[in-house]
């Protein structure tokens, strides 16, 4: 491990953001993202997507599913999740493997499918296994705005994969990340950006 306030080098590919990790930093000010992780799904230079993995909202699944009418066949206690500030009316799911179909969904990492239809919500919430997630709104980024937030530091990359997506659970996945890159989250102090 680093000393408390070392600097961690990264070097940003931009080409291989997604899919991916976002991770952020305490440099970054937008409190919607304080200690947020976001799977970033679609990444060019028009722009970002991605979807933050750590922020529940109040709305739970059943609740969701019966105003669209469909029915949720999963735990009352189910949540959707807030995947970022960005159109939150919007829903998206992502899912394992074994809940995919052969529908609109799309693989975006390995393991894990993306799909924003209603016909892919009406198929899984009859039967939701352990890997599926909801989500409202979305995290996006303009034509080479994330790139310059990774340069002032505020973001760090990390790889994504089912078991952070689907299995940690939501109020330490943060530190679970960092912890997985070899960072212990005390360390981290802000600095003016990593280079």
């Given at each position: ?55 529940p ?23 959707v ?43 899984v ?22 790139e ?48």
């Open positions: 491990m680093a000393p408390r306030g070392a600097c961690y080098v990264a070097t940003v590919d931009v080409r291989s953001l997604a899919p991916g990790l976002l991770v952020a930093l305490p440099q970054l000010l937008d409190p919607n993202f304080k200690r947020t992780v976001v799977l970033l799904i679609h990444h060019d230079e028009s722009g970002t997507f991605g979807l933050v993995l750590n922020r909202s109040e709305i739970s699944s059943e609740s969701l599913c019966s105003t669209l009418g469909i029915d949720w066949g999963g735990a009352r206690a189910d949540r999740d807030w995947g970022g500030p960005v159109q939150p009316n919007t829903g998206w799911v992502l899912l394992g493997a074994e809940g995919a179909g052969d529908d609109e969904a799309s693989e975006v990492a390995a393991g894990v499918y993306f799909a924003g239809s209603l016909a892919t919500l009406r198929r919430a009859e039967s939701p296994g352990d890997e599926l997630r909801l989500f409202l709104g979305y995290a996006g980024w303009g034509p080479g705005q994330l310059s937030e990774l340069a002032q530091g505020a973001w760090l990359l990390a790889p994504a994969n089912t078991d952070v997506i689907f299995h940690v659970e939501r109020e330490i996945l943060w530190e679970h990340v960092l912890r997985r890159l070899g960072i212990d989250p005390v360390t981290l102090v802000a600095t003016p950006g990593i280079h």
